[in-house]
């Protein structure tokens, strides 16, 4: 018997117009389609017509959703998954799914669309040759600490998906492990209340004092400077005339010396306190 295809499909971030063609004829001609909140994905269904089974695939059913989508897949039905928003996958469920159809033989084809994370690095203006995913951050602040000690060093843009009411203990503490680089704040990408910020980590921070900040976000973090391209030996002189020529502080001379450079400002901490020993 001939097996069903399974598509992986993205549906649009906010803005509804950014449902490709594609997906709605798809849509229309699938037997199944399985959606991560099949009251949230009626709504979208309904605004462009469909009216198709549905059934639910989310994380906490995903085992055994994903067995009767692949029995479903292999008695010839085709299916779409979608998720909430964006591309299945991408910090969203599907991943077992695909990886249990391509081992049963079945074709998985993408129907590319709407992704919250590439949006956003398409008009971050910051470099985007070769950047690095990690999705949400660990929800405790202990844990979000360490892994961002453990991205500090990252040589490829750094792009992170964050809730509203944790953006601002994720961005002190991105300035205060990363120092003071470039970043974005892209929120509510696609939707009425669409807004950019970019800058400095602390002038993104000065930005949002004060605000009730709500919405989906995005943040994009610059890597950190190459200290080699600038030189360690100028981070190395520099702290040296300021610490032991002019007596400042370590804070004072890790300051004046990140800000001068542009070197990341726990790199020239750690030489300071090296130097200092
Ligand atoms: N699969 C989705 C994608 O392709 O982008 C991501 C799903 S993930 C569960 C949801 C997160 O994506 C949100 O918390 C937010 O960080 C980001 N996101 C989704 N829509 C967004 C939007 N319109 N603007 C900014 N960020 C968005």
Same mark, same amino acid.
């Given at each position: 018997?001939?097996?069903?295809?399974?598509?992986?499909?993205?549906?649009?971030?906010?803005?509804?117009?950014?449902?490709?063609?594609?997906?709605?004829?798809?849509?229309?001609?699938?037997?199944?389609?399985?959606?991560?909140?099949?009251?949230?994905?009626?709504?979208?269904?309904?605004?462009?017509?469909?009216?198709?089974?549905?059934?639910?695939?989310? *994380?906490?059913?995903?085992?055994?959703?994903?067995?009767?989508?692949?029995?479903?897949?292999?008695?010839?039905?085709?299916?779409?998954?979608?998720?909430?928003?964006?591309?299945?996958?991408?910090?969203?469920?599907?991943?077992?799914?695909?990886?249990?159809?391509?081992?049963?033989?079945?074709?998985?084809?993408?129907?590319?669309?709407?992704?919250?994370?590439?949006?956003?690095?398409?008009?971050?203006?910051?470099?985007?040759?070769?950047?690095?995913?990690?999705?949400?951050?660990?929800?405790?602040?202990?844990?979000?600490?360490?892994?961002?000690?453990? /991205?500090?060093?990252?040589?490829?843009?750094?792009?992170?998906?964050?809730?509203?009411?944790?953006?601002?203990?994720?961005?002190?503490?991105?300035?205060?492990?990363?120092?003071?680089?470039?970043?974005?704040?892209?929120?509510?990408?696609?939707?009425?209340?669409?807004?950019?910020?970019?800058?400095?980590?602390?002038?993104?921070?000065?930005?949002?004092?004060?605000?009730?900040?709500?919405?989906?976000?995005?943040?994009?973090?610059?890597?950190?400077?190459?200290?080699?391209?600038?030189?360690?030996?100028?981070?190395?002189?520099?702290?040296?005339?300021? /610490?032991?020529?002019?007596?400042?502080?370590?804070? *004072?001379?890790?300051?004046?010396?990140?800000?001068?450079?542009?070197?990341?400002?726990?790199?020239?901490?750690?030489?300071?306190?090296?130097?200092?020993?």
């Amino acid at each position: 018997m001939k097996t069903g295809t399974l598509y992986i499909m993205a549906t649009p971030i906010g803005n509804l117009e950014d449902m490709t063609f594609r997906a709605v004829r798809i849509l229309r001609e699938v037997d199944l389609i399985a959606a991560e909140d099949t009251r949230h994905s009626r709504k979208l269904l309904t605004h462009f017509g469909i009216s198709k089974p549905l059934t639910s695939y989310f *994380d906490h059913n995903k085992n055994i959703k994903g067995s009767i989508i692949l029995d479903k897949l292999k008695e010839g039905l085709s299916v779409a998954l979608i998720s909430d928003a964006g591309t299945p996958c991408i910090s969203d469920p599907g991943y077992q799914l695909v990886r249990d159809a391509v081992a049963n033989g079945i074709l998985v084809v993408p129907v590319p669309g709407a992704c919250a994370a590439i949006a956003a690095l398409s008009v971050s203006g910051l470099p985007t040759d070769s950047f690095v995913f990690e999705g949400f951050l660990p929800n405790r602040q202990g844990k979000r600490r360490e892994k961002l000690a453990v /991205l500090k060093e990252e040589k490829r843009l750094l792009v992170l998906y964050e809730a509203p009411t944790r953006l601002m203990a994720t961005l002190l503490d991105i300035r205060e492990i990363f120092g003071d680089r470039d970043m974005v704040v892209a929120r509510e990408i696609s939707k009425i209340y669409e807004e950019l910020l970019r800058g400095r980590v602390a002038e993104v921070l000065h930005a949002l004092q004060g605000r009730q900040v709500k919405g989906e976000i995005v943040l994009l973090i610059a890597p950190a400077k190459e200290v080699a391209a600038i030189g360690e030996d100028v981070v190395t002189e520099l702290l040296q005339r300021y /610490l032991f020529t002019e007596g400042d502080s370590v804070k *004072d001379a890790v300051r004046k010396v990140a800000l001068e450079t542009g070197a990341p400002k726990g790199t020239v901490y750690d030489e300071a306190l090296r130097l200092k020993r």
